[in-house]
């Protein structure tokens, strides 16, 4: 026989000989647990505790139950993440828990609340709304007595102190975020020009209101005037002269200040010919560049001989 075909007859039969493994019967590598796992459970009737332990052994969490929890559960989740579940179970049994770390904490939420919400205090220096104010909304929204929110001012510095659970603390935390904000007004000057042919220019009206943005303000003034009906006689028409507007100022992100406005001015002038009365309704919708005066309507009276402008400036100031 030729020696290359001994040698390979020889490796052959050796090689039969080993035992053959068969890859079911070799064990997996073990999986390294991993808090950040999805899990899938389908249980009937078990200890509600043999969950939270079952959930903690697929995923390596840590997880303490106090000993009030009890009663059985039936349930079942396919690919839920893990604190997703340790949420459903607790919210699903009047349970809540705490983390702690890498730890889960397990209780009803009375026993969480005296062992780990006891004691915290946190101080807010607000910058722009009064302590006085947003205390009184802390109190109206946190006023149920399982809140434990406890709130007290500081008038010297505009500070608040908040005293309560560490839940309760942060929702308050986010909601003076909300509430300490610079708040916006509007600085509205008003007037109202007349122009006559001779070019002498007479002031009517003019007016300077402030009022917050988005919050519609009524302006209004006038007099009633006496004017003699005839030279022989003591008989007197009225006759009134002023304006009434509603106006409407809204501060946009751009900086523009959206206004809408409505209303009517009147005007009376004494001439030799006898009293002319002027009357004129005025509506109008605009956006003006902040400080830029507009002017929102020109008109002339031909018995009056003069040329009526009405001009708006308005201007965004910040409340302090």
Do not use: W
């Not at 050796?14 to 647990?33: G, Y």
């Not at 997880?63 to 179970?89: N, P, Q, W």
């Not at 106006?247 to 030799?272: H, R, W």
């Amino acid at each position: 026989m030729n020696k290359s075909i001994s040698i390979v007859l020889f490796l052959l039969i050796t090689f039969l000989s080993f035992p053959v493994l068969n890859s079911a019967s070799i064990p997996p590598e073990p999986k390294q647990s991993s808090a950040q796992d999805y899990v899938s459970i389908e249980v009937k009737n078990m200890d509600m505790a043999n969950v939270f332990t079952m959930i903690g052994k697929y995923t390596g969490a840590n997880i303490v139950c106090h000993k009030s929890v009890r009663g059985k559960v039936t349930l079942k989740m396919k690919d839920i993440y893990f604190e997703k579940a340790i949420e459903l179970v607790c919210k699903t049994n009047n349970l809540s828990y705490r983390k702690i770390g890498n730890t889960f904490v397990i209780a009803p939420p009375k026993e969480l609340e005296d062992a780990f919400d006891v004691g915290f205090n946190r101080v807010f220096k607000l910058q722009f709304a009064t302590a006085f104010n947003v205390a009184s909304i802390i109190k109206g929204i946190f006023k149920r007595p399982d809140a434990k929110a406890f709130v007290s001012i500081d008038k010297r510095n505009n500070t608040i102190i908040v005293s309560g659970s560490n839940e309760t603390i942060y929702a308050i935390e986010k909601l003076i975020q909300n509430l300490d904000v610079p708040i916006h007004m509007v600085k509205i000057s008003l007037a109202m020009n007349q122009i006559k042919a001779k070019g002498k220019e007479n002031i009517i009206f003019k007016t300077d209101v402030l009022t917050y943005s988005g919050k519609g303000i009524r302006i209004k003034s006038g007099n009633k005037q006496k004017i003699k009906k005839s030279d022989k006689k003591d008989i007197y028409n009225e006759s009134e002269s002023g304006y009434r507007f509603r106006i409407n100022c809204t501060v946009n992100d751009d900086g523009f200040i959206s206004i809408d406005m409505d209303g009517e001015l009147s005007v009376t002038e004494i001439t030799p010919g006898g009293p002319i009365n002027f009357y004129k309704e005025i509506t109008n919708s605009f956006s003006a560049k902040n400080g830029k005066k507009i002017s929102l309507c020109s008109f002339y009276d031909k018995a009056l001989d003069s040329t009526f402008t009405l001009t708006v400036k308005t201007e965004i100031v910040i409340e302090k």
